[in-house]
């Protein structure tokens, strides 16, 4: 529509301005040469009976000269318009024709004021909206969401996995779209809207995707900042646009991916701008659930990992009824999804999906994916003819901690830094008893900021941890910056990452999770920042300035004395230290059985490593 109507505008845009000038060219004699003159030489013109017809405007006077004989055509000449009240009376003395007019004409005037501004912004827009969406400017308020027909989605259950649980819960939505009779006899109602919350990376989209594919209805996906655009009221359209286009193409699924773009919390007192534009998209949305009939079969999903910033009108029930996590897959979960990643690549007879899996505690669905690619760029790229175990690993020791930087040039005092330092780090690891075992030890630089690092892998999934665990996790942190003090009676900046992750897990034991034994039993929140799925709001609690007090000496305590147990233990087994510190500086990189093979040879020969 909007590309038929806009060739249509121009041409009577040209034909309004064509006809104006015709009009004014009409009111003016056809001459072949306009000479510019004094106003003296035009008033003697006057006299010697040599002008026909004069045309005065504002600034100008126009003066068409008698054609002599034989001429056809008529000269003209111009002067600068003077006030002379005796003009007029020398014209008619003279027969002289005269007209007045205005600069230009009517025509050119409205065509330069009006017609030209008009066609310039129409052009500008058609081609900047066409340029951003491939539609015209009469289409800024349609919905910019991309229509998926039947298979279109290209996903289904089975390409998602890791996720059991929330796959379970969008089977009862699939079945719904596929027979909804089925409910609708008992008086049923489908929930309005499906929320899926998860950390990003999850899969929360995919799984969208895949409700649709297997209920093999048309899908119309957008994400929240889709709504939002510099035009008032924009939003708003789009989204009413949305939903109509549903209802045509029901049963059918809508998807809202990052909702937390446009539904964030409302203000009291809107700032007007972008700020209320948004608010006033959001109500709109809001007005549509309210309005839409899921006995047609349109379902609402959206999806975001911050529903704690979500406005409360959305959460309620008849809007998102339902709140689905997607959260972190546990290790059998992660065997899943490296399985469906692992389908095209060509895999070596040493891989093994379980070793893999218990490897990458924490990793999400699109960290496996990409740990998946590394390895296969990486076998590639040495001309292997599969994917081996050894590719897997430094894929995973890529994504965990960067890439691997073998020529970054170091003095040999600071090899010895950081040597000293991972090795205090892995010693006390391997020493206390509730800490992840050590997977390797690296001196050599990775990534952005790690000159160095110790891996630990841990032996199952954990969701909860002892405050003697928490403890042990503190030692092995301090580990490294007590080597250095031990070592070389000095420290170095090596340690900030691990005195801030230090101090962090402190602070936690004493104010989140009540382990002071002077505070007690009690949690202070102040000043926290809402965390992943804190659904609601909690007011900080205001600290009195002892209580302040208390808390920053129980975190000092805490920290000062795991820093005295940690110095304890590498005292007590320095010449250990020594040794593997010696190792690393000589071979850069120490697995962990090694290490542990290490330990127990120095420790049947010597005093066995004890924890302070």
Known sequence: MAKRLFPILTIIFLFLFLSAAIIHRSALAVFSATERIPYSDFKKLIQDDKLEEVIINSTTIRGILKAEEGQKVKNAVTTVKVEDPDLIKELIAHNVKFSATTDGGWGQSLFLLWFVPMIIFLILMSRMRRGATGAGLMSIGKSKANLYIDKDTGVTFDDVAGVDEAKEELKEVIDYLKNPQKYQRLGGRIPKGVLLVGPTGTGKTLLAKAVAGEAKVPFFSIGGSGFVEMFVGVGAARVRDLFAQAQEKAPCIIFIDEIDALGKVRAAAPISGGHEERENTLNQLLLEMDGFDTRKGVILMAATNRPEILDPALLRPGRFDRHILVDRPDIKGREEILKVHCKNVKLGKTVDIKIIAARTPGFVGADLANVVNEAALLAARLGKEAVDMDSFEEAINRVIAGLEKKKKVMSKKEQEIIAYHESGHALVAETVPGADKVHRISIIPRGISALGYTLQLPTEDRYLLTRSELLDRLAVLLGGRVAEEITFHEISTGAQNDLER?????????????????????????????????????????????????????????????????????????DRLEMLAKLLLEKEVIEGEELRKIISETASGHKTISSV
Not at 519 to 541: A, S, Y
Not at 545 to 557: L, P, R, S, T, W
């Open 502 to 574: 230090a101090t962090d897990i402190a602070m936690s034991m004493v104010r989140e999770y009540g382990m002071s034994e002077k505070l007690g039993p009690m949690t202070f929140q102040n000043g926290r920042r809402p965390q992943f799925l804190d659904i609601g709001f909690r007011t900080g609690r205001e600290l009195s300035e002892e209580v302040a007090k208390d808390i920053d000496n129980e975190v000092k305590n805490l920290i000062f004395d795991t820093h005295t147990r940690v110095k304890g233990i590498l005292e007590e087994n320095k």
